[in-house]
Antibody, heavy 121, light 107 residues
Framework: QVQLVQSGAEVKKPGASVKVSCKTSGYTFTSNFLHWVRQAPGQGLEWMGVIIPGGGSTSYAQKLRGRVTMTRDMSTSTVYMELSSLTSEDTAVYYC??????????????WGQGTMVTVSS | DIQLTQSPASLSASVGDRVTITCRASQSISNYLNWYQQKPGNAPKVLIYAASSLQSGVPPRFSGSGSGTDFTLTISGLQPEDFATYYCQQTYSTPRTFGQGTKVEIK
């Protein structure tokens, strides 16, 4: 079955960077976009960006541009999200999610289990 | 960017009630609207896609309607397992924005 398995929880100091991985399995890696979504404690879902695994193209949320980088490793079917210059406002659960379907039928149909990133001095 | 405004932000309801949540888009998004359910500690789960299509495995008490800018999610006969937070999401354009969520609590 389709699975997205994320790396474990991280604790970082302000100003540091964090890199979260999302290993995919159960489908053709290049067939679907992969998105990153984060959720601060007690808050809603915030879309961060997307990577197209086939060519590596990316699109990022405007508020994160310059701090976020999404990459992929074709040999392991894994995508990565790196966020730099961390502040306490980046404390959140980070999810990867697969987009499936065409046109009006697009959904985030499979999600990773989430990775808690805590930024604290 | 397309903004999605959900209402209400929270509601209290009893088992068996009919519940309606609305989502308004800042511009027309045709039927490119999904609904997700999220329970504490879990990732969101898609309930409705393309505004009104029921995702496989989702109970038929969940239904969606709307097109253009105005959408609704209805739960007909609320069950104990339905107490959760619900989000709308548009996939008409990037960024794939979410509504701010509606928390459904037990009355």
């Amino acid at each position: 079955q389709v699975q997205l398995v994320q790396s474990g929880a991280e604790v970082k100091k302000p100003g540091a960077s964090v890199k979260v991985s999302c290993k995919t399995s159960g489908y053709t890696f290049t067939s679907n976009f992969l998105h990153w979504v984060r959720q601060a404690p007690g808050q809603g879902l915030e879309w961060m960006g997307v990577i197209i695994p086939g060519g590596g193209s990316t699109s990022y949320a405007q508020k994160l541009r310059g701090r976020v980088t999404m990459t992929r490793d074709m040999s392991t079917s894994t995508v990565y999200m790196e966020l730099s210059s961390l502040t306490s406002e980046d404390t959140a659960v980070y999810y990867c999610a697969r987009e499936d379907g065409d046109y009006g039928r697009r959904t985030f149909d499979v999600w990773g289990q989430g990775t808690m990133v805590t930024v604290s001095s | 960017d397309i903004q999605l405004t959900q209402s209400p932000a929270s509601l209290s309801a009893s088992v068996g009630d009919r519940v309606t949540i609305t989502c308004r888009a800042s511009q027309s998004i045709s039927n490119y609207l999904n609904w997700y359910q999220q329970k504490p500690g879990n990732a969101p789960k898609v309930l409705i896609y393309a505004a009104s299509s029921l995702q496989s495995g989702v109970p038929p008490r969940f239904s969606g309607s709307g097109s253009g800018t105005d959408f609704t999610l209805t739960i007909s006969g609320l069950q104990p397992e339905d107490f959760a937070t619900y989000y709308c999401q548009q996939t008409y354009s990037t960024p794939r924005t979410f509504g701010q969520g509606t928390k459904v609590e037990i009355k």
